[in-house]
């Protein structure tokens, strides 16, 4: 299993701290100094986004998703690093900024103006912690459920998400779920081969796509999320999960059915006590 962020950033740290010697060893003082501030934001980053730590609220993006302040400027050399990618990501890309998977249902990347927001004020769900609540979204229905990028929502939290959405659906609302454009792809997962051969980066769309294959599970439009994962693959083939979004799925699948299980058994217990108190009163 790739550490994906944890490593890419991680690596970029690295290279900004060499950076950073070299050009003190050069005997300048002062020029170096936003390289090595840079590259331990980039360390601090790598370590909160480690598998094993996978602490998103980092950022301290906020319920409603606003980026406060302090940590645009504590983490700003991390966050307009993806911001610039994600530009000049999307300059190249001839992919669309949504697509619409299901009647009503949209998955996408970052709404950054109103021609890359589906249509008919749809509610919004915004797997992302490094990118703020979009100005675009600011009037619509809100949900955040922060997520590093290359990492997988918690089981508990896609719950949470699919309630929502599903009560959003109920009130005839259409369904926007979105992360970042992809920061790799196959020119960035080249090119950290050459650095750092056998790295596994994973690239593509996996977080909104993880949340959006529960739902379409639980709107009853697919039997499990392998076939929901088809499903959007056909209409998006862009998408790319990972791993770590796979068991994610698993996890939050088995939950279910065990939620489903139990709700079954205090149903049916319910029908046989009263049935054996119907049964005690007739004789």
């Known amino acids: 299993m790739g550490l994906g962020i944890s490593r890419l950033i991680g690596l970029k740290a690295t290279v900004l701290f060499l950076a950073f010697a070299y050009l003190r060893g050069l005997g300048l003082t002062l020029l170096p100094v936003p390289l090595l501030f840079a590259s331990v934001v980039d360390f601090l980053v790598s370590i909160a986004s480690h598998p094993s730590i996978n602490l998103p609220l980092f950022l301290g993006k906020s319920t409603d998703g606003i980026l406060p302040l302090w940590s645009r400027i504590?983490?700003?050399?991390?966050?307009?690093?993806?911001?610039?990618?994600?530009?000049?990501?999307?300059?190249?890309?001839?992919?669309?900024?949504?697509?619409?998977?299901?009647?009503?249902?949209?998955?996408?990347?970052?709404?950054?103006?109103?021609?890359?927001?589906?249509?008919?004020?749809?509610?919004v769900i915004d797997c992302t912690c490094e990118l703020p609540r979009s100005e675009v979204i600011m009037r619509n229905a809100y949900?955040?459920?922060?997520?590093?990028?290359?990492?997988?929502?918690?089981?508990?939290?896609?719950?949470s998400a699919v309630g929502w959405a599903c009560r959003k659906r109920a009130q005839k609302r259409p369904v926007f779920i979105h992360c970042a454009f992809a920061i790799g792809l196959h020119k960035m997962a080249a090119i950290v081969d050459l650095l750092k051969p056998g790295l596994v980066l994973f690239v593509g769309h996996g977080r909104s796509v993880a949340v959006m294959c529960a739902l379409i599970v639980a709107l009853g439009m697919a039997e499990d999320w392998k076939n929901a994962e088809k499903i959007i693959q056909e209409r998006r083939p862009c998408i790319r999960m990972n791993a770590l979004h796979r068991k994610s799925l698993e996890e939050w699948s088995k939950h279910r059915l065990s939620s489903k299980r139990t709700d079954e058994l205090g149903v049916s217990s319910v029908i046989l006590s009263a049935a054996s108190g119907s049964s005690r009163s007739k004789s």
Do not use: H, N
């Open 74 to 123: 504590l983490f700003g050399p991390f966050l307009y690093f993806v911001r610039i990618f994600g530009w000049l990501r999307r300059l190249r890309s001839k992919e669309p900024p949504y697509t619409e998977i299901c009647e009503g249902l949209y998955v996408g990347g970052w709404p950054y103006s109103v021609d890359t927001l589906p249509p008919g004020d749809p509610a």
């Open 143 to 159: 949900l955040c459920i922060p997520t590093w990028d290359t990492r997988a929502p918690q089981p508990g939290e896609i719950e």
